[in-house]
T-cell receptor, first 113, second 113 residues
Framework: SAVISQKPSRDICQRGTSLTIQCQVD?????MFWYRQQPGQSLTLIAT?????????ESGFVIDKFPISRPNLTFSTLTVSNMSPEDSSIYLC??????????FGPGTRLTVT | AQSVTQLDSQVPVFEEAPVELRCNYS??????LFWYVQYPNQGLQLLLK??????LVESINGFEAEFNKSQTSFHLRKPSVHISDTAEYFC???????????FGAGTTVTVRA
């Protein structure tokens, strides 16, 4: 398994600003993902964070709104840009490990006012 | 693309009673199936998975799930629940040989004494 940490754990931000969320893993992993969990809803995959290249975004998510960095095999960041109240969610990073398992970080609870 | 339907959004159950959480999926290709659990104020944890082989899979804390290809289902069961099983349970699916997950809407299980 893998131990995953995220910073910050929660934040309250004003609309129009940006927040960068960090994800750190205690071992090198190839596959790393970012998900969003909107209030009362399930998880939706935002993108796959690729080491050394641009992230691969799912339908409905764009790089200008959710830029992602993956400088090495243990770290990634997700930025939520030009925030609006609709961006209020829990953002989670996860890593692919072993036999197609995913391990999730504790999440970052974002509230946009 | 894959999709997952969890048929029950809320399942109240008394302690020591059995519980079944229903999950159906749709996919045009072979899939892997997962159940994740999210305890109150905690992160998402893998409960059990089906990749191949025996269609009945078990977790260490007494849950089991059965893959039924003809009915495209992966229902989760426990013969006797504890208060500590109170949590939200998510069914998820990925294409075979792929890590990317599609999640169901989740089922909230509340165990009462």
């Amino acid at each position: 398994s893998a131990v995953i940490s995220q910073k910050p754990s929660r934040d309250i931000c004003q609309r129009g600003t940006s927040l960068t969320i960090q994800c750190q893993v205690d071992s090198q992993v190839t596959m790393m993902f970012w998900y969003r969990q909107q209030p009362g809803q399930s998880l939706t995959l935002i993108a796959t964070a690729n080491q050394g290249s641009e992230a691969t975004y799912e339908s409905g998510f764009v790089i200008d709104k959710f830029p992602i960095s993956r400088p090495n095999l243990t770290f990634s960041t997700l930025t939520v840009s030009n925030m609006s109240p609709e961006d209020s969610s829990i953002y989670l990073c996860s890593v692919g490990f072993g036999q197609y398992e995913q391990y999730f970080g504790p999440g970052t609870r974002l509230t946009v006012t | 693309a894959q999709s997952v339907t969890q048929l029950d959004s809320q399942v109240p159950v008394f302690e020591e009673a059995p519980v079944e959480l229903r999950c159906n999926y749709s996919s045009s290709v072979s899939v892997y199936l997962f159940w994740y659990v999210q305890y109150p104020n905690q992160g998402l944890q893998l409960l059990l998975k089906y990749l191949s082989g025996s269609t009945l899979v078990e977790s260490i804390n007494g849950f089991e799930a059965e893959f039924n290809k003809s009915q495209t289902s992966f229902h989760l069961r426990k013969p006797s629940v504890h208060i500590s099983d109170t949590a939200e349970y998510f069914c998820a699916v990925s294409r075979s040989n792929d890590y990317k997950l599609s999640f169901g809407a989740g089922t909230t299980v509340t165990v009462r004494a």
